[in-house]
């Protein structure tokens, strides 16, 4: 295991381990954005709105994030959208954007569970009161929403950290692809292996024991 | 301005090409639930188990396997899969890239396929138990005739919902070199230069394929399970839900 860690070019520890924590935060700070603007969609009273946010959550949901990671990391400099001039920077900002994306997806539907959630007469008392329907959303509707889907949201964070593996696919050099090229280099795959399985249940383990006592925290507060 | 390659996808010969492609994932999601099946409910039953010895590797297992990418096993099976059985089948063993893929997925999918039974297991009265027990069936007996029956029966719905996971998960096998529908895609993409609408056509192949299997899971799911266990199953679900 040791020539894991002390291996020269430090692929796994610490610069994969970094790399995979950078991917996780931005695409999860991406994915509650866009995700909770597409849960806005779906429950607006607009019906084309509602149509664009299902017709989002779907298509996102049901194709795989492998085919998603690669449309973005191909499709967008065909297209003309050049995401950095700089090759590594620009499949770095892929992954984050691709993840981002196909979480969105399942952190709309957590967020539109929650914000349906909400008592009606809530809804009612908001705007009867004189808020505006923005202002009811802003203020009543959404922070009650947050409160419920955190333990979820939490879950769908640890999915999040171990899909950052697939990023490896398009050449961002996070921790799966760091084992692999000093598997190639040594050949010795069950340390390689056996230390990124490491550096993954570091970060997935403590995140699963949180939503677990967040979980039962919230249970007790109902 | 690239040239127009969409007159690719109706031409027969690169549609058989892509009809192969989805056979070997159809062929491939169907043999891992298959095994994953039989490991997760030996898994499901070994974490209900008294004895600590066997309940608690069942646990480390579990909840080990289910916080690590499926990627990374389907890489490591690819890459010392064969070492692994040599000891049953021989020294020139090689393991098929294709069972390599099969092995990670269901070592994935069986550790989420536990949670699901036992949370199925354990959604059941007590008294279910608590009767057959007293009308003199074994543990064995009970387990087999009267618990797992009614179990497997209300977590149908879950272990649908599972499949279109695996679908989509299959998608990760093409990476070590399986031919499946990922795959093909590649092979038409880089020969041609055409990834936007190659890998939009196999987007929407897998959005029906997924989207009617989910649709279906849901209607199944009417009446079925009680409301605890749905949210127990959907809060799994969340978290496994990979690629």
């Given at each position: 295991m040791g020539i894991v860690f002390e291996f020269p070019d430090y692929y796994l520890f610490p610069n994969g381990l970094w790399v995979t924590f950078q991917l996780s935060v931005l695409a999860l700070a991406g994915s509650l954005v866009v995700g909770t603007v597409v849960a806005l969609f779906r429950v607006s009273p607009v019906t084309p709105l509602r149509w664009v946010g299902g017709g989002f959550v779907e298509a996102f949901r049901n194709t795989p994030l492998l085919v998603q990671l690669f449309f973005f990391f191909f499709g967008l400099p065909l297209l003309g959208?050049?995401?950095?001039?700089?090759p590594l920077e620009s499949n770095f900002r892929a992954a984050v954007i691709g993840l981002a994306l196909y979480h969105a997806a399942y952190v709309a539907e957590i967020v539109r569970g929650g914000l349906l959630a909400v008592d009606k007469g809530q809804i009612e008392a908001a705007r009867s009161l004189g808020l505006s329907y923005v202002g009811m959303i802003r203020y009543i509707q959404l922070p009650q929403a947050f409160r419920a889907v955190v333990p979820p949201l939490g879950n769908i964070a640890i999915a999040l950290v171990k899909n950052t593996s697939l990023a490896a696919t398009i050449g961002v050099s996070e921790l799966l692809q760091g084992g692999e090229l000093i598997e190639s280099r040594t050949f010795r795959s069950v340390e390689a292996f056996g230390a990124v399985a490491i550096l993954y249940l570091f970060l997935t383990i403590p995140m699963g024991l949180g939503v677990n006592w967040l979980e039962r925290r919230m249970l007790v507060v109902r | 301005m690239r040239p127009d390659t969409w007159h690719l996808f109706v031409d027969p010969a690169i549609l058989k090409f892509f009809g192969e492609g989805l056979l070997a994932t159809i062929g491939l999601s169907i043999a891992s639930i298959a095994l994953s099946f039989v490991f997760a409910l030996l898994f499901a039953l070994g974490r209900l188990s008294t004895r600590w010895w066997l309940r608690l590797p069942c646990i480390g297992y579990i909840e080990g396997i289910r916080a690590l990418p499926v990627l990374l096993l389907i890489v490591y099976f690819n890459i010392k899969g064969s070492a692994l059985f040599v000891p049953i089948f021989g020294a020139d063993f090689e393991l098929p890239r294709f069972w390599a893929g099969v092995l990670g997925l269901s070592m994935y999918t069986s550790a989420v396929l536990a949670e699901i039974i036992r949370a199925g297991i354990l959604s059941l009265p007590r008294g279910q138990t608590e009767a057959s027990r007293a009308l003199g069936l074994s543990y064995a007996q009970s387990m087999r005739s009267v618990i797992l029956p009614q179990a497997l029966r209300l977590m149908v719905p879950a272990m649908m919902a599972q499949l279109t996971t695996i679908i989509k998960d299959t998608?990760?096998?093409?990476?070590?070199?399986?031919?499946?529908l990922y795959r093909s895609a590649w092979i038409i993409f880089t020969q041609n230069f055409n990834p936007i609408e190659a890998l939009f056509f196999i987007a929407v192949v897998y959005f029906v394929i997924c989207f009617t299997l989910s649709q279906l899971s849901r209607r199944l799911e009417?009446?079925?399970?009680?409301r605890e266990v749905r949210i127990k199953i959907a809060e799994l679900q969340l978290r496994d839900q990979v690629a």
């Open positions: 959208i050049r995401l950095s001039a700089e | 998608s990760l096998v093409g990476t070590i070199g399986v031919f499946e009417v009446g079925r399970a009680p």
